[in-house]
């Protein structure tokens, strides 16, 4: 719904400039008319170039409207989803981490950490998991397009093994790395 809002808004203004620069060419204000070009395609660049307020949303992966939305419950003691969101915040993609903590609790993971300027441009939301922090559970993980339920559980065995020092719930598929 976030998405679609945006996107009939961006559309509302570039209909709203489109009539600017009519209006500028009719009466031959050629400032005006070279203001409004800049301004519509600023506008074209922050939208296509998906940066939406402090969010990106991927266009590389398709549409959020594919995404999948699955739920479950899985449960942990207190201490340990405790522990989960504590590592997350502290390795934040502001800090050059992975993980996208909001609130209500809701947690992002991406494909690349935002160590540098090209692993921030590449990287894309993989999931986002849904947590009830009174129920100490994860009730939800949206899957994005390109990304299956084997790769969430891999990703949800790292996360709690760096967080808790063991996998609760998730499952490496693959030896990693790092």
Not at 17 to 39: E, K, P, T
Request: overall charge positive.
């Amino acid at each position: 719904m976030h998405t679609l809002f945006i996107e009939y808004t961006v559309v509302s203004v570039l209909g709203l400039l489109g009539a600017v620069l009519a209006i500028c060419i009719a009466h031959g204000n050629i400032l005006l008319l070279i203001m409004a070009a800049i301004a519509v395609a600023v506008l074209v660049y922050e939208f296509f170039g998906v940066n939406v307020g402090d969010r990106r949303l991927s266009r590389k992966a398709g549409n959020a409207m594919q995404a999948q939305k699955v739920q479950i419950t899985l449960r942990y003691d207190g201490a340990e989803l405790k522990q989960i969101i504590r590592y997350a915040k502290a390795h934040d993609v502001r800090r050059y981490g992975r993980y996208d903590f909001r609130t209500p609790p809701h947690l992002n993971i991406w494909t690349h950490a935002w160590c540098n300027t090209a692993c921030r441009e590449e990287s894309c939301v993989m999931f986002r998991l849904e947590f009830d922090s009174k129920r100490s559970a994860l009730m939800s993980v949206v899957l994005m397009p390109g990304f299956d339920v084997e790769a969430f559980v891999d990703e949800l065995a790292m996360l709690e093994k760096a967080a808790v020092g063991r996998s609760v719930h998730g499952a490496c598929r693959r030896k990693h790395t790092t």
